[in-house]
Nanobody
Framework: QVQLVESGGGLVQPGGSLRLSCAAS????????MGWYHQAPGKQRELVAT??????NYADSVKGRFTISRDNTKNTMYLQMNSLTPEDTAVYYC???????????WGQGTQVTVSS
């Protein structure tokens, strides 16, 4: 079992920045996959960015604007979001997969609203 607690969401103006955090209840050093997803109203949950092994993957819509990172000493994953646009408005979820065989674990979500 892994509990995930997200923070850092909020209201920001277009062009602004936010940093989301996802704190895990145990060490995620050996997790096979972790990442961020978002879900806008009326839409399906979509991948934003993931870390698998040493490889990072971004959705085309966020490349060059968002950066995913992790701090193994704090068991925390981050999503730095820059140059935000209203289209980035969504609930953002972190997700981890500790092992190849086994479930994914999701955080509770944090709302990001980009509006003037």
């Amino acid at each position: 079992q892994v509990q995930l607690v997200e923070s850092g969401g909020g209201l920001v103006q277009p062009g602004g920045s936010l940093r989301l955090s996802c704190a895990a209840s145990r060490s995620f050093f050996s997790f096979v996959n972790m990442g961020w997803y978002h879900q806008a109203p009326g839409k399906q949950r979509e991948l934003v960015a993931t870390i698998t092994g040493g490889r990072v993957n971004y959705a085309d819509s966020v490349k060059g604007r968002f950066t995913i990172s992790r701090d193994n000493t704090k068991n925390t994953m981050y999503l730095q979001m820059n140059s935000l646009t209203p289209e980035d408005t969504a609930v953002y979820y972190c997700c981890v997969k500790p092992a190849l065989i086994g479930p994914n674990y999701w955080g509770q979500g944090t709302q990001v609203t980009v509006s003037s």
